[in-house]
């Protein structure tokens, strides 16, 4: 490959869209601080993500930490080790200590059989991922969050625009946390939201995204700045008029990659169940090297020097990261160490050309001969 293919690469609207958008902001002057553009924002994702409660942030990770926050979590909260190293940190940053649950081996969600087991006097919260667009087993949880009196925030940061039997996944637990970064299926350059049920849940993400400070001279929590700006929004509301074609060109790249690899043994692609609607925001492959004769770093190795910049996603475990190794009470979680080892995420893109994924499977297919 001449150039090289990355994993991602951003979703943009035209220079000429972005630049109309933003123009209005050289005369109002107003950057940032709820303004016009955040507003709208809110009101358009509030739509598109058929949820009535949303509150903007700077990024996913804040979106995250603040959730946290409003919640007032104390002592242990369960989570997956399969996940972007946010998720872990988001929870260890707040004083709580997580607890890893393993994940299944089809969706790469947690394992919800094994969520009990884990529950101790401490626990007070389970932080579950919707991995790659994939959605958790929402009612289970559900199910067990009211048993013991558990809180749900949900890092849906994988999962925009996704649909579980026909609701939005913006629409379970307490509140779930989205990422907008610029790699993510929708972005806002950096940004981020959490949707949340209780509107109380909303008034403290006001608080903590905005030092705490209701008017002039009055500030009643003690809050961080975790502000979406003007600009992030106006990138939002452009990319958002053209989110469903960018996801209907996903869709595109990753069928292709199905056909291409749908007789190719030992390589397994994700599967989407039949209640889901899915945003195509990653092709992760499975590589069973006793049927392929090869492994995972192998093939990343081949394609890496064929300028195709897959990903290991995710390893290490967030578990097992210098940071955290042997801090936390060590569980059994088989399935996530076998999927971490031998999981690689392909590039996928709105605008990858399918003579790429071609290409792609092509090399892939190559060391079988
Ligand atoms: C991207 C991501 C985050 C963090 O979001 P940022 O917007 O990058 O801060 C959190 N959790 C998961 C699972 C992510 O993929």
């Known amino acids: 490959?001449?150039?090289?293919?990355?994993?991602?690469?951003?979703?943009?609207?035209?220079?000429?869209?972005?630049?109309?958008?933003?123009?209005?902001?050289?005369?109002?002057?107003?950057?940032?601080n709820m303004g016009i553009y955040h507003k709208q924002l809110e009101a358009e994702l509030m739509k598109y993500m058929d949820t009535e409660n949303i509150s903007l942030m700077s990024?996913?990770?804040?979106?995250?930490?603040?959730?946290?926050?409003?919640?007032?979590?104390?002592?242990?909260?369960?989570?997956?080790?399969?996940?972007?190293?946010?998720?872990?940190?988001?929870?260890?940053?707040?004083?709580?200590?997580?607890?890893?649950?393993?994940?299944?081996?089809?969706?790469y969600t947690m394992d919800v059989s094994k969520i009990e087991d884990l529950?101790?006097?401490?626990?007070?919260?389970?932080?579950?991922?919707?991995?790659?667009?994939?959605?958790?087993?929402?009612?289970?949880i559900d199910r067990i969050a009211k048993k013991y009196r558990l809180k749900v925030i949900y890092d849906s940061a994988h999962a925009f625009g996704v649909k579980i039997h026909g609701k939005s996944v913006a629409d379970f637990g307490d509140a779930s946390t989205f990422s907008f970064h610029a790699t993510k299926v929708f972005n806002t350059i950096e940004g981020g939201a959490v949707t949340y049920k209780n509107k109380e849940i909303g008034e403290k993400l006001y608080n903590l995204k905005n030092f705490g400070i209701r008017s002039e001279e009055l500030v009643v929590d003690i809050g961080a700045n975790a502000k979406m700006n003007e600009f992030q929004a106006a990138m939002g509301l452009c990319n958002l008029k053209h989110i469903d074609f960018e996801i209907s060109k996903r869709k595109k790249v990753v069928e292709r990659y199905k056909e291409n690899l749908k007789d190719i043994p030992g390589i397994k692609m994700m599967e989407i169940k039949t209640d889901i609607e899915t945003n195509y925001a990653y092709c992760p492959i499975l590589i069973d090297k006793k049927l392929t004769g090869f492994d995972r770093d192998y093939l990343y190795d081949i394609l890496k020097e064929k300028n195709i910049h897959a990903r290991k996603y995710f390893y290490p475990l967030t578990s097992d990261q210098a940071c955290f190794k042997n801090q936390y009470r060590s569980i059994d979680i088989p399935t996530a160490r076998h999927v971490s080892k031998n999981i690689m995420t392909l590039p996928l893109y709105a605008d990858l050309q399918l003579e790429i994924v071609d290409e792609v499977c092509r090399i892939i297919k190559d060391e079988y001969k």
């Open 1 to 32: 490959m001449d150039k090289a293919i990355y994993v991602t690469r951003s979703s943009m609207p035209s220079f000429e869209e972005y630049v109309d958008m933003i123009r209005p902001l050289w005369d109002s002057a107003m950057l940032t």
């Open 119 to 140: 529950i101790t006097e401490k626990t007070t919260a389970i932080i579950p991922v919707h991995v790659y667009g994939n959605v958790s087993n929402v009612d289970e």
């Open 59 to 107: 990024n996913g990770h804040m979106a995250l930490e603040l959730a946290i926050q409003a919640m007032n979590l104390t002592g242990e909260v369960i989570t997956t080790p399969f996940t972007f190293i946010s998720t872990t940190h988001a929870i260890v940053r707040n004083g709580l200590s997580p607890t890893f649950c393993d994940i299944n081996t089809d969706d």
